[in-house]
């Protein structure tokens, strides 16, 4: 990618991260009484972050093996309600750890 890509995408992307954000405020003047509406609202970041997070998960990692595992440790943690830091810490060192295990018993090089 060439310079003039790169500002491109950063052009676009930003664009596509601030409409979302800022047409609600500027349409949505009144609190919003539908229950349904609220409801889908409030659980949307979640279900976007989710949507990112989960094929990264998979993707990033010398093994799927090594992302479900690390996603456990994450989704362990969360389950004990402890904080994002040590979820997130865990998960890397699950990662390291199995894929250091998986590459010693020579399923992953």
Known sequence: MNDAQVLL???VM???TYLPRMLPLVFLRKK????HVSAFLTYLPYGILTAMVIPDIFF???SPISGIAGAAAAFFLAF???GLL???VAAVVTVFLVERLLGM???IS
Not at 32 to 35: A, D, L, T
Request: contains cysteine; glycine residues 10%.
């Open 86 to 88: 040590p979820a997130a």
């Open 105 to 107: 018993i020579g399923w």
């Open 9 to 11: 995408t950063v052009f």
């Open 80 to 82: 004990k309600k402890k």
């Open 32 to 35: 919003i009484e539908n229950p």
């Open 60 to 62: 990033s990692t010398a």
């Open 14 to 16: 930003g664009i596509c």
